[in-house]
């Protein structure tokens, strides 16, 4: 049976770890994986921008001995020219696998339910779980262990904290968010979240106070105030978040020893600073490096 990776909710702590694991190896011994998918092809079907999803999986794909083609919104028209489920028969004909990123979940999921190849979450309105793995990844590869963590993070309750709060609290790790008071994550994943925090041990702490989130934090974690799709309410937004700029003050907040986190695109002088995106402290080129071989592999996993 295919198996797809939509959200973090579906995957199990093992194979979470097997995967950060597999990960660790394609890293070291990239040479070992160099025709591991060889013969086999993936589509990306992007309907937003992209750098590190789109770059990483092409290459990643690429130095794993595969082919990789980029459909874009023009080409495509997913949902307009054509339905989701005419665009997933037709390309499980031709690919191995489907790297999506859409406006709408549910394209996703309707994308899954009518292909019989692998459908892998490339973002998506709700969801970023190739960013959240890659990020436990960087989490571990920089404290050497995962046990005992707090993550902060401060800002939107978007996509890539939903994700990151899910596979947190799976694994143990403790989390507080802070958000304006509009602006919190969705409650039915917070609700998901807190169950599986409830299961792990961890704490799962959600208020609008980013100095009390900040305060003795391992790691500092931001994303953009507005996110793609989300344009026409920039100025409200803005206005909304001004409080939430992860500078340094709040990181003084934070452990000695803390990291600073950023999914990228950032925006700088905005979600968080020049001196704190530029500090010791920062890890956000790592952090999207590790995106490239965390995406190989789940594509190992998924594909081979
Ligand atoms: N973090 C991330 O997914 O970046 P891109 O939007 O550039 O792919
Ligand atoms: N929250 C951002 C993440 C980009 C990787 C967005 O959805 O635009």
Same mark, same amino acid.
Not at 190 to 214: F, M, R
């Given at each position: 049976?295919?198996?797809?990776?939509?959200?973090?909710?579906?995957?199990?702590?093992?194979?979470?770890?097997?995967?950060?694991?597999? %990960?660790? #190896?394609?890293?070291?011994?990239?040479?070992?994986?160099?025709?591991?998918?060889?013969?086999?092809?993936?589509g990306?079907?992007?309907?937003?921008? =992209?750098? $590190?999803?789109?770059?990483?999986?092409?290459i990643?794909? +690429?130095?794993?001995? *595969?082919?990789?083609?980029?459909?874009? =919104?023009?080409?495509?028209?997913?949902?307009?020219?054509?339905?989701?489920?005419?665009?997933? !028969?037709?390309?499980?004909?031709?690919l191995?696998?489907?790297?999506?990123?859409?406006?709408?979940?549910?394209?996703?999921?309707?994308?899954?339910?009518? %292909? =019989?190849i692998?459908?892998?979450?490339?973002?998506?309105?709700?969801?970023?779980? !190739?960013?959240?793995? *890659? &990020?436990?990844?960087?989490?571990?590869?920089?404290?050497?262990?995962?046990?005992?963590?707090?993550?902060?993070?401060?800002?939107? *309750?978007?996509?890539?904290?939903? =994700?990151?709060? !899910?596979?947190?609290?799976?694994?143990?790790?403790?989390? $507080?968010?802070?958000?304006?008071?509009?602006?919190?994550?969705?409650?039915?994943i917070?609700?998901?979240?807190?169950?599986?925090?409830?299961?792990?041990?961890?704490?799962?702490?959600?208020?609008?106070?980013?100095?009390?989130?900040?305060k #003795?934090?391992?790691?500092?974690?931001?994303?953009?105030?507005?996110?793609?799709?989300?344009?026409? #309410?920039?100025?409200?937004?803005?206005?909304?978040?001004?409080? +939430?700029?992860?500078? &340094?003050?709040?990181?003084?907040?934070?452990?000695?020893?803390?990291?600073?986190?950023? !999914?990228?695109?950032?925006? $700088?002088?905005?979600?968080?600073?020049?001196? /704190?995106? #530029?500090?010791?402290?920062?890890?956000?080129?790592?952090? %999207?490096?590790? $995106?490239?071989? /965390?995406?190989?592999?789940?594509?190992?996993?998924?594909?081979?």
């Open positions: 049976m295919k198996r797809d990776l939509l959200s973090i909710q579906e995957l199990g702590y093992q194979e979470i770890f097997e995967i950060i694991n597999l %990960a660790e #190896d394609v890293k070291l011994n990239s040479v070992k994986y160099q025709s591991a998918l060889k013969g086999k092809s993936i990306l079907i992007f309907q937003k921008p =992209s750098n $590190r999803t789109r770059v990483s999986f092409e990643g794909m +690429f130095q794993l001995g *595969g082919h990789s083609v980029y459909l874009g =919104s023009t080409e495509l028209g997913m949902g307009g020219r054509e339905s989701v489920k005419d665009v997933a !028969c037709v390309l499980s004909r031709y191995n696998g489907i790297v999506a990123r859409t406006y709408k979940h549910a394209d996703i999921e309707e994308l899954a339910k009518y %292909a =019989s692998p459908i892998i979450n490339g973002l998506s309105d709700i969801a970023h779980p !190739c960013q959240a793995l *890659g &990020d436990i990844f960087t989490m571990e590869e920089k404290f050497g262990t995962l046990e005992r963590l707090t993550i902060s993070y401060i800002g939107d *309750g978007n996509n890539v904290l939903n =994700s990151l709060m !899910c596979i947190a609290a799976k694994l143990g790790i403790n989390m $507080r968010v802070a958000t304006p008071k509009n602006y919190a994550p969705d409650k039915e917070v609700k998901i979240a807190k169950s599986y925090a409830a299961k792990s041990g961890s704490t799962l702490e959600i208020s609008n106070d980013p100095k009390k989130a900040a #003795d934090a391992d790691v500092l974690y931001t994303d953009v105030w507005v996110s793609m799709g989300q344009e026409k #309410d920039s100025a409200k937004r803005i206005k909304a978040f001004k409080n +939430f700029q992860l500078n &340094d003050k709040l990181a003084k907040l934070a452990k000695n020893t803390h990291v600073v986190m950023h !999914c990228l695109p950032a925006h $700088r002088g905005q979600e968080i600073s020049d001196s /704190v995106m #530029d500090s010791r402290h920062s890890v956000v080129y790592a952090q %999207a490096e590790n $995106r490239m071989h /965390v995406q190989k592999a789940i594509l190992l996993k998924l594909l081979k």
